[in-house]
């Protein structure tokens, strides 16, 4: 299960935007482990997005999920990687003031084994990109 900086709890109190790092496999193969975010606080959730969260059963606890449905009481959550577990699926629906942010961007960091002129190029191109809402993905979770 991912685990977040408390920079983004942190954000949460006056800064639009703020940082993430993820742990755990549950949202491969969208984010992996190691990967920094940046995540904007109040922002709009629409299905699809990618939000941080405290856990509702484990409230000191940060986690990214896949926000797929809107609900009443709250955001239908799932992991990109149903072998992970741990979503809506366990603990039913979230609700919106347990929701962080939205995650906006993401930045890979450079493995220790890309060192090899194509794998360091191969990184350059994928290493920052901007996070959008994968509607059919949500669809596809939504689906299962």
Partial sequence: MPELSQETERGRTGQPFGLAEVTGP???PTLYHGDQLVVRHRGRIRPGDIVV??????????IVKRATQRREGGWWVLADNSFAGNDSNDYGVVPDDLILGRVCFRFRPRRPDQRAPFALLRWALSAARPVFSDRSASWRLRAR
């Fill in 26 to 28: 549950s949202m491969v």
């Fill in 53 to 62: 969260l405290r856990h509702p059963l484990q409230q000191d606890l940060l």
